[in-house]
């Protein structure tokens, strides 16, 4: 029971940095029916430029405790990749707007490795340790562990998550958000500017993305430039499970994938007779993202749409 509570834990933090992640996915779906595959090259350059403003800081002699250090250099990673979100929208996905859906397809991968590309060439192709800043103060838990370090992860995640609903739902910009997601046209007819709600969509998305990308180097203790990959497929699997275009099922989807990736894995093992160890835990994303499309490609929480004649 220990072994499967302490599963539960790991899946708990992994999934709420999933949801994190996929919470951008999402909005982008929502509003454009896009699938912005260059989002989790954006977690990357998170991790990337704030382990990079972290060693600058540091060098610069200034003592300052670490997780004040960390704070500094997400501040530092935060607004850079907003600006590319905005960037890549203005650039590569709004000339795109009405051309057929293949085109905006090719042009977010084709983004995705440009970013990991331009990635590889300023930090070069090696894993880079993530500074031990964070506390890891270890806490028994029915005879799991959990770290403070993880319990710093799921809890601020959760706030992100619902800081993030409560503006949707609440503020002026959400509402005109939830008005072009609806109907473009009979927005921009009351008045929103669509240009600017999309733009602050995908900026709105790759601030979280930083935010998600120092938790994933965080937890793991490095970063690379082409990590972006692997965690954005599963972000985005999470999203789909979920209901893609749903931020609540994009939370759920990013939790439940967690819970399912690290509980399987923990017993991949056992139940294939040691042929399969835990490294192969990555299989359980794309299963349940095969099961989901093939019996309800609208995900968890998604609405099934009719077909319009």
Known sequence: MDIFIQQLINGLVVGSIYALIALGYTMVYGILQLINFAHGEIVMMGAMITISAISVI???????????????????????????????????????????????????????????QVAVLIWKNNPRSFPDLLPHEPHNF????????????????????????????KTKLGRAMRAVSMNQAVASLMGVNINYVISMTF???SGLGAVAG???GANYGLAYPTMGFMIGLKAFTAAVLGGIGNLGGAVAGGILLGIIES????????????????HYQDIF??????LVLVFRPSGLLG???????
């Open 58 to 116: 540091s060098a610069s002699g200034i003592g300052l405790p670490g997780p004040v250090l960390v704070v500094g250099g997400l501040l530092v990673a935060i607004p850079i990749t907003m600006l590319i979100g905005f960037i890549i929208e203005r650039v590569a996905y709004r000339p795109l707007r009405k051309a057929p859906r293949l085109a905006p397809l090719i042009t977010a991968i084709g983004i995705s490795i440009v970013l990991q």
């Open 142 to 169: 029915f005879g799991a562990v959990i770290t403070d370090l993880q319990i710093v992860i799921v809890a601020l995640a959760i706030l992100i998550m619902l800081g993030l609903l409560v503006m949707v739902e």
């Open 203 to 205: 900026v709105i998305g």
């Open 214 to 216: 120092v938790m994933v």
């Open 263 to 278: 509980v399987g894995a923990g017993y991949l093992g056992p139940l294939t007779g040691g042929v399969l160890g835990s």
């Open 285 to 290: 994303a794309f299963m349940v993202l095969i």
């Open 303 to 309: 609405e099934r749409v009719a077909e319009r004649a």
